[in-house]
């Protein structure tokens, strides 16, 4: 890692708009945000910190954008849990608005698409180009917490969705569900191709935000789960389209139950 220090670097930035997006060039950077204090680059990669956001390249175009806590494509749940409640919430059709003491925060339909720094008289908005991809989307196989998120890519790589109500630190069959078939080679080779996997967890001793608690909660009632663990299969439109539960077998007979939905 090679790390670069800047002298005088801290810019002074006159009330007026900066704007960053997705794929500017580090030329663009610099001239809307002045040299960085820092840069750090390793093979092709580079971040930039400055002092009240992080800017991510790669090939020499940005790739991520992070403000107060929050990054362009974050989903409301995301936003809460990083810097809790607002202050204030403003909606508007699929816009809303939340204003912190630090910042104030735009989506557009459920995602961080600008940032406001409070304090100095500054604006700096960072506007989330069009994709289509989600930005915050996981990788092949991999799990993730987020279900509005899931949706819309499952949507747009034409995969089912796999719900896991689990019980993560108490439920015993959930413990075996997990070890024997979805850790298991098989299912993670199959979930690559197929499926988006989300995990709903109602632990009793892991910490969990009130958010997520309620978000949780919320779904397990709009699936009508009565116990753990639970699997709910979604098709590419998010519509159930299955369930199961813990079965002998390891993940063969699964995954066969699942090509069945």
Known sequence: MKLISLAFAVAVFPASLFAIE?????????DERGVPVNKMEVNGA???NYVESTIKMRDGRVVAIKMAGVEAGD???KVVEKKGA??????TGVASVLSYADATIKLREGKVVSIKMAGSGNVIIMENKPTTKPSNAVGAGEWTTDYAAALLQAKTEKKKVLLF???SDWCGWCVRLDKEILSTADFKAYARSELVLVKLDFPRSIPQSPQVKARNQKLSQQYKIEGYPTIIVLNNAGRAVGTLGYQAGGPGPFIKALKGF
């Open 165 to 167: 109500f689990t019980g």
């Open 46 to 48: 580079a971040t930039l």
């Open 86 to 91: 607002p202050a204030s919430k403003i909606e």
């Open 22 to 30: 997705l794929g500017d060039t580090y030329e663009k950077v610099v």
């Open 75 to 77: 989903s409301y749940e």
